[in-house]
């Protein structure tokens, strides 16, 4: 084991370049095994198919390859609103394998493996200037990434039982190292609006963040995205990526949500809070899920009453009504940065910066939210008018 | 030689609206920093001593006579909690305070600690994120 943290840089360096190569060479090996023929017997394996979902991502040509038909059904269906051919080559290229449809294996970790705590999901990474690898030990997720030239391979041992971590946000790390590599921040927070302009919605996991972008999308609102968007820095533009919000039981009684738009894996448990499922916005609010919006403010939920000392800005919605009001800028920040950060597997440092000049470019505003679904959506469309 | 600081490695920062944002890529924590807090931090940041501070800030709030007391307390937390290390003065170097604005008062600093982001990296399935640190290469 190297001695310094220097040796152990460049030692993981190299481990981070061999095993992309690995997971690659491993990935045309299932692409190959899908087709039809056991590369190993030459004989005929079970019927499932190898292809491609061409998407326009942030504005971006994205190619996802996968190998198997249950990564498109169950881990890559989420982008299918994303679909859009385009000529020429994919600016960036995610490769997708499980070893369920293909029978074949993730190399060998060149690491030590981490042993995940019951409820835990620790992720070991590895990188050097050219690789990045993320392998999850509670999820057995894993993802190797060439950010600079485009190219990530995700894989799972089993698609027909994706991880709830991928469930909420499929290919969530090889998306983010890629996207970042060409100028797009993916950010923790919902997007809504109207006419192509919003908001974005921030606070941290259980703020209420969810459950108001789906108030906003049953309302007729537009809506991007419940809980992490593309964040396009110069143009103040959120982006869209899956498909999928997440709910908890209660606030899918409240929203009445049907059936049919929740997944049927039901409720799983998070350990931020209660059971949370998916819920597909394209069937819960058809129409309303957009590519992107221009932001034009943050708007952070509260669950907590407001204090006297706040100008409160009234809604025009009676004494019951939500109550919205103007928060400074490093309370904005304050709100979006943290969990954007520690949820960027790599570079997180330089995402402040961005974030930070986003909350000087437009205003912060808190909402508090009422038990009406219907009311809190009211005022941030009312907010969202006002802004123009 | 006095002694003089700089900001800890793992420390990404930022000042908006006169607030410090300070985030510790470590662990998740995330600090605030308002009242004259972002000045001191400012002046940290440039290597300046204890003694650099309290005289800045004396030359700038003349008259106070909680400065000395307020920058010990400050500098003690940063210190608890990363956010500062220790560091010999880089040689030549200059501290220069920010200009004031006019008719500006003293107020003491104000540091506020959040610990929230701790469940995303010990406990959240959902939001992944590394414990691990860095690995060690297989035997």
Not at chain 2, 12 to 33: K, M, R
Request: charged share 20%; hydrophobic share 45%.
């Amino acid at each position: 084991m190297p001695a310094n943290p220097a040796a152990a840089q460049a030692s993981g360096g190299d481990i981070a370049d061999a095993y992309f190569e690995l997971l690659g060479e491993r990935f045309e090996q299932a692409v190959a095994a899908v087709h039809g023929v056991d590369p190993v017997t030459n004989t005929k394996r079970r019927p499932a198919g190898a292809g491609t979902l061409d998407l326009e991502m942030a504005g971006l040509p994205v190619r996802l390859r996968y190998a198997g038909d249950a990564l498109r059904a169950n881990l890559l269906s989420p982008f299918e609103h994303l679909a859009a051919g385009f000529a020429g080559d994919p600016v960036l290229t995610i490769s997708a394998f499980d070893t369920a449809s293909s029978g074949i294996e993730s190399p060998t970790p060149l690491w030590e493996p981490v042993e995940a705590a019951p409820g835990t999901n620790p992720v070991v990474r590895l990188h050097s200037e050219r690789a990045c690898v993320l392998a999850a030990a509670g999820s057995r997720a894993l993802t190797a990434a060439e950010p600079d030239a485009g190219e990530a391979i995700f894989h799972l041992p089993d698609a027909g039982a994706i991880p709830p971590s991928e469930r909420a946000a499929p290919i969530r790390e090889a998306l983010q190292l890629l996207m970042a590599a060409r100028g797009r921040l993916m950010t923790h927070a919902g997007a809504v609006g109207r006419d192509g302009r919003g908001v974005l919605l921030v606070g941290r996991g259980g703020s209420g963040k969810s459950t108001l972008a789906l108030s906003c999308a049953l309302a007729g609102m537009e809506i991007v995205a419940d809980d992490y968007i593309l964040l396009e820095p110069e143009s103040l533009r959120a982006h869209a990526m899956q498909s999928t919000a997440k709910l908890t039981e209660d606030s899918a009684q409240r929203l009445a949500v049907p059936s049919a738009a929740i997944d049927p894996a039901g409720f799983e448990s998070t350990l931020e809070g209660p059971a949370k499922t998916l819920v597909d916005i394209r069937t819960l609010a058809p129409g309303t899920l957009k590519r992107q919006l221009e932001i034009r403010a943050l708007v952070a939920p509260t669950l907590r009453p407001h204090t006297t000392a706040h100008m409160a800005v009234p809604c025009g919605l009676g004494e019951d009504g939500p109550v919205l009001w103007p928060i400074s800028a490093a309370e904005g920040l304050r709100a979006v940065a943290p969990s954007t950060i520690v949820q960027s597997g790599f570079g997180g440092g330089s995402s402040l910066a961005v974030l930070a000049d986003l909350v000087r470019r437009v205003p912060s505003y808190a909402l508090e939210l009422s038990p009406d679904p219907a009311v809190n959506a009211a005022a941030v469309d009312g907010l969202v008018a006002e802004l123009g | 030689m006095a002694e003089s600081f700089r900001i800890g490695p793992e420390i990404v920062h930022e000042t908006v609206d006169g607030e410090v944002i300070a985030i510790d890529l470590d662990n998740g924590s995330y600090y605030s920093l308002a009242g004259s807090g972002p000045l001191v931090w400012e002046l940290l940041a440039q290597g300046a001593s204890e003694t650099e501070l309290r005289e800045a800030l004396e030359a700038r709030f003349g008259g106070v006579e909680t400065i000395a007391e307020d920058i010990a307390a400050l500098i003690q937390q940063l210190q608890e909690n990363g956010l500062v290390v220790e560091a010999e003065p880089a040689e030549g170097a200059v501290v220069v305070a920010p200009a004031s604005g006019e008719g500006e008062a003293y107020e003491a600093p104000r540091f506020e600690r959040y610990t929230d982001m701790k469940d995303y990296f010990l406990l959240d399935p959902i939001h992944e994120v590394d414990t691990a640190g860095w690995p060690r290469p297989a035997a």
